[in-house]
């Protein structure tokens, strides 16, 4: 654990990197998390129906090993895209946090790191998150 908080703060001023539609990344980048590098390499991807997955795959390992990163904002609906990604991806920095968009309502049972969180967390063994 203490690894993670160390890594926090080796990175300084780390930045919000967000994968979702138009109206979403807008949204963010009005209130200030957008940012372009002296490489013009921005921290968003704006998802339409011409994005292909391959687009979204290389952006979402492209914002897991950049530095700068410490969380990725998602649309769920573009997760379920490249889910097994999302599902197999273990580090704690970047932070992956799947949101809704205007379009698709957030689906808590969709989101595989909410399942990891609830399994974290239960008393049951079995890792069941159904109360009787």
Known sequence: MASVAAQATSRGSSLIAVIADEDT???FLLAGVG???????TNY????AKTTVKAIEDAFKEFTTREDIA???ISQYVANMIRFMIDSYQNPIPSILEIP???HPY???QDSILSRV????SSDPTGSTDRV
């Open 35 to 41: 940012n372009v590098d002296l490489r013009r390499k």
């Open 101 to 103: 968009s205007k379009d």
């Open 71 to 73: 969380i990725i904002l």
């Open 118 to 121: 609830k399994h974290m967390f």
């Open 107 to 109: 689906d808590p049972s």
């Open 25 to 27: 990344v807008t949204g």
């Open 45 to 48: 991807l704006v998802v339409d």
